[in-house]
């Protein structure tokens, strides 16, 4: 039983994390299409993974830096969290150029 309640802390420090990722990757997805949706749409996805990567690096940054403030507690795993933060960033904006990449199927006569 002991070692049930030496596992609650760390789900709870999780979750926290997960919540302050999950924030401030919201934050900074605009400011990061803004910078990459003119050169990235004609790019193949693994170009376009690493020029979003560097793009998004700064403005992720600056969100985590101000999220930070209200978080001193999770100051150590503050690398962890801009890592983890700058994948959900990328995965998303990839995401949306896939589906921006899609065309429409036309309706053909039988």
Known sequence: MNKLFE???WMKRQSIMDELICRIAKRSQNAVWQRVEQHCMTMCPAEARGYIRVRAASVVSRE???AMVSKPELSREQSQIF???LDRVVRS???HVRALHIQPVRARAA
């Open 93 to 95: 904006i990839l995401a």
């Open 64 to 66: 985590m830096n101000v």
């Open 7 to 9: 596992f609650i802390p």
């Open 83 to 85: 890592e983890a933060t």
